[in-house]
């Protein structure tokens, strides 16, 4: 009952979004009140939606920088 009464920045409730081979953190959101329970990404991969225990559901769409990855071997 007390996570969705929490503020966000007391609760640390923000999405991190991470490269599964590198283990590099390449996005991070905000905007839930409570624990993230789902994320889907659009077939364009450039948007996100997640559903949290808080009610709601929201949409972060990525800036153009998101698709301009380089891989430097």
Same mark, same amino acid.
């Given at each position: 009952?007390?996570v969705?009464?929490? /503020? ?22 905000k ?12 077939? /364009? ?10 009610? @709601? ?13 380089? @891989?430097?071997?």
């Amino acid at each position: 009952m007390q996570v969705t009464q929490t /503020s966000v920045s007391a609760g640390h409730f923000e999405a991190k979004i991470y490269h599964m081979v590198f283990e590099e953190e390449f996005a991070r959101f905000k905007g839930h009140f409570g624990p993230i329970n789902t994320m889907a990404w659009h077939p /364009s991969g450039t948007i996100i939606a997640t559903g949290g225990e808080d009610g @709601y559901i929201r949409i972060q769409e990525f800036d153009e920088d998101y698709l301009g990855f380089t @891989y430097d071997f």
